[in-house]
Protein backbone atom coordinates (compact mmCIF):
# COMPACT_ATOMS: atom_id res chain seq x y z
CA UNK A 1 0.00 0.00 0.00
CA UNK A 2 2.48 2.45 1.11
CA UNK A 3 4.62 1.56 -2.50
CA UNK A 4 1.68 2.45 -4.44
CA UNK A 5 1.18 5.45 -2.62
CA UNK A 6 5.00 6.77 -3.05
CA UNK A 7 4.46 5.30 -6.86
CA UNK A 8 1.60 7.17 -7.68
CA UNK A 9 2.70 10.16 -5.88
CA UNK A 10 5.94 9.85 -7.71
CA UNK A 11 4.29 9.65 -11.29
CA UNK A 12 2.09 12.70 -10.55
CA UNK A 13 5.47 15.13 -9.72
CA UNK A 14 7.03 13.12 -12.94
CA UNK A 15 3.57 14.19 -15.49
CA UNK A 16 3.38 17.90 -13.60
CA UNK A 17 7.59 18.39 -14.60
CA UNK A 18 6.86 16.87 -18.29
CA UNK A 19 4.00 19.28 -18.60
CA UNK A 20 5.20 22.04 -17.53
CA UNK A 21 8.75 22.01 -18.88
CA UNK A 22 8.48 19.16 -21.42
CA UNK A 23 11.20 17.30 -20.02
CA UNK A 24 12.74 16.53 -16.89
CA UNK A 25 10.40 13.11 -16.13
CA UNK A 26 13.32 10.76 -16.20
CA UNK A 27 15.49 12.82 -14.37
CA UNK A 28 12.83 12.87 -11.62
CA UNK A 29 11.60 9.34 -12.03
CA UNK A 30 14.67 7.59 -11.58
CA UNK A 31 15.58 8.93 -8.25
CA UNK A 32 11.94 8.33 -7.11
CA UNK A 33 11.80 4.97 -8.20
CA UNK A 34 15.40 4.32 -6.29
CA UNK A 35 15.25 5.84 -2.93
CA UNK A 36 11.73 6.08 -2.85
CA UNK A 37 10.11 2.97 -4.35
CA UNK A 38 13.26 1.02 -3.42
CA UNK A 39 13.79 -0.68 -7.28
CA UNK A 40 17.21 -1.85 -7.84
CA UNK A 41 19.12 0.50 -10.67
CA UNK A 42 18.36 -0.80 -13.61
CA UNK A 43 14.84 -2.11 -12.98
CA UNK A 44 14.44 1.89 -12.22
CA UNK A 45 15.82 2.75 -15.33
CA UNK A 46 13.20 0.78 -17.22
CA UNK A 47 10.34 1.19 -15.20
CA UNK A 48 11.19 4.83 -15.43
CA UNK A 49 11.55 4.89 -19.20
CA UNK A 50 8.15 3.69 -19.85
CA UNK A 51 6.44 5.41 -17.08
CA UNK A 52 8.09 8.40 -18.71
CA UNK A 53 7.00 7.69 -22.15
CA UNK A 54 3.31 6.87 -21.52
CA UNK A 55 3.53 10.46 -19.48
CA UNK A 56 5.16 12.25 -22.52
CA UNK A 57 2.47 11.04 -25.13
CA UNK A 58 -0.63 12.15 -23.23
CA UNK A 59 0.75 15.72 -22.74
CA UNK A 60 1.84 15.49 -26.21
CA UNK A 61 -1.51 14.95 -26.89
CA UNK A 62 -2.19 18.07 -24.83
CA UNK A 63 0.30 19.90 -26.88
CA UNK A 64 -1.18 18.62 -30.25
CA UNK A 65 -4.80 19.75 -29.43
CA UNK A 66 -3.42 23.23 -28.27
CA UNK A 67 -1.32 23.21 -32.16
CA UNK A 68 1.99 23.74 -30.64
CA UNK A 69 3.68 20.55 -32.81
CA UNK A 70 5.35 21.13 -35.78
CA UNK A 71 5.13 17.63 -37.57
CA UNK A 72 7.33 17.42 -39.87
CA UNK A 73 10.19 18.27 -37.07
CA UNK A 74 8.88 15.47 -34.58
CA UNK A 75 8.59 13.22 -37.05
CA UNK A 76 12.32 13.34 -38.12
CA UNK A 77 13.91 13.50 -34.84
CA UNK A 78 11.73 10.57 -33.69
CA UNK A 79 12.85 8.81 -36.73
CA UNK A 80 16.50 9.54 -37.01
CA UNK A 81 16.17 8.88 -32.75
CA UNK A 82 14.61 5.93 -32.64
CA UNK A 83 17.69 3.82 -33.80
CA UNK A 84 20.07 5.21 -31.53
CA UNK A 85 17.78 4.85 -28.39
CA UNK A 86 17.58 1.33 -29.32
CA UNK A 87 21.32 0.87 -29.42
CA UNK A 88 22.13 2.66 -25.95
CA UNK A 89 19.40 0.95 -24.20
CA UNK A 90 21.65 -2.31 -25.13
CA UNK A 91 24.87 -0.54 -24.19
CA UNK A 92 23.06 0.51 -20.79
CA UNK A 93 22.00 -3.34 -19.49
CA UNK A 94 25.28 -4.29 -20.44
CA UNK A 95 26.72 -1.78 -17.49
CA UNK A 96 27.08 -2.34 -14.08
CA UNK A 97 23.70 -0.98 -12.32
CA UNK A 98 25.56 1.10 -9.47
CA UNK A 99 28.03 2.55 -12.19
CA UNK A 100 25.32 3.55 -14.44
CA UNK A 101 23.64 5.39 -11.68
CA UNK A 102 26.69 6.89 -10.80
CA UNK A 103 27.49 8.19 -14.95
CA UNK A 104 23.41 9.12 -14.78
CA UNK A 105 24.29 11.62 -11.78
CA UNK A 106 27.41 13.25 -14.12
CA UNK A 107 24.65 13.67 -16.63
CA UNK A 108 22.50 15.60 -14.18
CA UNK A 109 25.02 17.62 -13.60
CA UNK A 110 25.85 18.67 -17.07
CA UNK A 111 22.06 18.99 -17.70
CA UNK A 112 21.28 21.37 -14.58
CA UNK A 113 24.56 23.76 -15.39
CA UNK A 114 22.62 23.98 -18.97
CA UNK A 115 19.26 24.70 -17.42
CA UNK A 116 20.89 27.75 -15.77
CA UNK A 117 21.64 29.15 -19.12
CA UNK A 118 18.91 31.83 -21.11
CA UNK A 119 17.27 29.50 -23.65
CA UNK A 120 17.22 31.40 -27.09
CA UNK A 121 13.56 31.50 -27.87
CA UNK A 122 13.07 30.52 -31.62
CA UNK A 123 13.52 32.58 -34.36
CA UNK A 124 9.89 33.07 -35.47
CA UNK A 125 6.13 32.75 -34.33
CA UNK A 126 4.56 31.59 -37.49
CA UNK A 127 5.71 27.52 -38.81
CA UNK A 128 8.30 28.03 -41.66
CA UNK A 129 8.88 25.44 -44.12
CA UNK A 130 11.54 22.40 -43.41
CA UNK A 131 14.04 22.89 -45.62
CA UNK A 132 16.88 20.05 -46.55
CA UNK A 133 19.69 21.63 -44.16
CA UNK A 134 17.10 21.56 -41.19
CA UNK A 135 16.04 18.07 -42.10
CA UNK A 136 19.81 16.83 -41.85
CA UNK A 137 20.58 18.64 -38.76
CA UNK A 138 17.00 17.14 -37.12
CA UNK A 139 18.02 13.58 -37.87
CA UNK A 140 22.06 13.89 -36.78
CA UNK A 141 20.57 15.52 -33.20
CA UNK A 142 17.80 13.12 -33.13
CA UNK A 143 20.36 9.97 -33.19
CA UNK A 144 22.77 11.55 -30.75
CA UNK A 145 20.12 12.47 -28.38
CA UNK A 146 18.36 8.98 -29.05
CA UNK A 147 21.50 7.10 -28.51
CA UNK A 148 22.05 9.06 -24.89
CA UNK A 149 18.62 8.74 -24.14
CA UNK A 150 18.76 5.04 -24.42
CA UNK A 151 21.84 4.78 -22.42
CA UNK A 152 20.77 6.61 -19.36
CA UNK A 153 17.00 4.94 -19.56
CA UNK A 154 15.77 8.94 -20.29
CA UNK A 155 13.44 10.91 -22.49
CA UNK A 156 16.04 13.05 -23.46
CA UNK A 157 13.79 15.97 -23.23
CA UNK A 158 16.68 18.19 -22.03
CA UNK A 159 18.44 17.65 -25.22
CA UNK A 160 15.57 17.43 -27.85
CA UNK A 161 14.22 21.00 -26.85
CA UNK A 162 17.47 22.73 -28.08
CA UNK A 163 18.31 20.52 -30.60
CA UNK A 164 14.91 21.34 -32.25
CA UNK A 165 15.26 25.08 -31.57
CA UNK A 166 19.06 24.49 -32.94
CA UNK A 167 18.06 22.73 -36.66
CA UNK A 168 14.89 24.61 -37.02
CA UNK A 169 14.48 27.99 -34.92
CA UNK A 170 10.98 27.14 -33.74
CA UNK A 171 9.51 28.89 -31.12
CA UNK A 172 10.14 27.53 -27.19
CA UNK A 173 6.52 26.17 -26.62
CA UNK A 174 6.68 24.83 -30.04
CA UNK A 175 10.03 23.13 -29.31
CA UNK A 176 8.42 21.70 -25.94
CA UNK A 177 5.50 20.19 -28.17
CA UNK A 178 7.44 19.02 -30.61
CA UNK A 179 9.62 17.33 -28.03
CA UNK A 180 7.10 15.40 -26.52
CA UNK A 181 6.55 12.69 -29.30
CA UNK A 182 10.09 12.07 -29.34
CA UNK A 183 10.19 11.69 -25.83
CA UNK A 184 7.92 9.13 -25.81
CA UNK A 185 9.21 6.91 -28.63
CA UNK A 186 12.83 7.08 -27.12
CA UNK A 187 11.66 6.02 -23.55
CA UNK A 188 8.83 3.52 -25.06
CA UNK A 189 11.99 1.77 -27.04
CA UNK A 190 14.05 2.32 -24.20
CA UNK A 191 11.55 0.69 -21.64
CA UNK A 192 10.67 -1.88 -24.29
CA UNK A 193 14.84 -3.22 -24.73
CA UNK A 194 14.68 -3.61 -20.35
CA UNK A 195 11.45 -5.76 -20.14
CA UNK A 196 12.64 -8.17 -22.63
CA UNK A 197 15.34 -8.76 -20.38
CA UNK A 198 12.10 -8.46 -17.41
CA UNK A 199 13.85 -4.98 -16.12
CA UNK A 200 10.41 -3.27 -15.61
CA UNK A 201 8.44 -3.59 -12.46
CA UNK A 202 4.85 -3.08 -14.19
CA UNK A 203 2.17 -2.93 -10.90
CA UNK A 204 5.32 0.28 -10.23
CA UNK A 205 4.89 1.12 -13.80
CA UNK A 206 1.32 1.91 -13.84
CA UNK A 207 0.73 3.17 -10.89
CA UNK A 208 3.04 5.99 -11.97
CA UNK A 209 1.45 6.45 -15.12
CA UNK A 210 -1.64 6.95 -13.32
CA UNK A 211 -0.09 9.09 -11.07
CA UNK A 212 1.68 10.96 -13.75
CA UNK A 213 -1.54 11.55 -16.01
CA UNK A 214 -2.95 14.03 -13.64
CA UNK A 215 0.06 15.51 -13.10
CA UNK A 216 0.60 15.88 -16.94
CA UNK A 217 -3.00 17.99 -16.79
CA UNK A 218 -1.94 20.23 -14.27
CA UNK A 219 1.26 21.14 -15.77
CA UNK A 220 -0.01 21.40 -18.94
CA UNK A 221 -2.49 24.17 -17.47
CA UNK A 222 0.46 25.81 -15.50
CA UNK A 223 2.58 26.13 -18.69
CA UNK A 224 -0.31 27.79 -20.68
CA UNK A 225 -0.28 30.50 -17.81
CA UNK A 226 3.16 30.63 -16.70
CA UNK A 227 4.75 31.12 -19.69
CA UNK A 228 6.42 34.29 -19.14
CA UNK A 229 8.15 32.60 -15.91
CA UNK A 230 9.58 29.65 -17.81
CA UNK A 231 12.91 30.56 -17.11
CA UNK A 232 13.03 31.18 -13.77
CA UNK A 233 10.99 27.62 -13.56
CA UNK A 234 14.05 26.50 -15.41
CA UNK A 235 16.54 27.74 -12.97
CA UNK A 236 14.44 26.54 -10.13
CA UNK A 237 14.64 23.03 -11.06
CA UNK A 238 17.87 23.07 -12.55
CA UNK A 239 18.94 23.70 -8.75
CA UNK A 240 16.75 20.54 -7.66
CA UNK A 241 18.74 18.50 -10.16
CA UNK A 242 22.00 19.43 -8.82
CA UNK A 243 21.23 18.87 -5.09
CA UNK A 244 19.51 15.07 -6.69
CA UNK A 245 22.65 14.91 -8.69
CA UNK A 246 24.88 15.09 -5.79
CA UNK A 247 22.87 13.31 -3.51
CA UNK A 248 23.62 10.21 -5.94
CA UNK A 249 27.06 10.62 -6.05
CA UNK A 250 27.20 10.99 -2.28
CA UNK A 251 25.44 7.52 -2.30
CA UNK A 252 26.93 5.63 -5.21
CA UNK A 253 30.44 6.46 -3.83
Known amino acids: MIEAFLALGSGGLVGFVLGLIGAGGSIVATPLLLYAVGLSPHMALGTGALAVSANAFVNFAGHARAGHVRWPAAAIFAATGLAGALAGSTLGKMMDGQRLILLFAVMMLVIGFAMLRPRRAGAAEAPGP ?8 LGGIGLGVGL ?3 FFGIGGGFLIVPG ?3 ATGMPMLHAVGTSLLA ?3 FGLATALNYAASGLVDWAVAGEFI ?4 LGG ?3 LQAARH ?3 GRETLNRIFAGIVLVVAGFIIWRSL
Open 164 to 166: LIL
Open 183 to 185: VGI
Open 130 to 137: LTRAMALR
Open 148 to 150: LAG
Open 226 to 228: LAA
Open 217 to 219: ALG
Open 210 to 213: AGGV
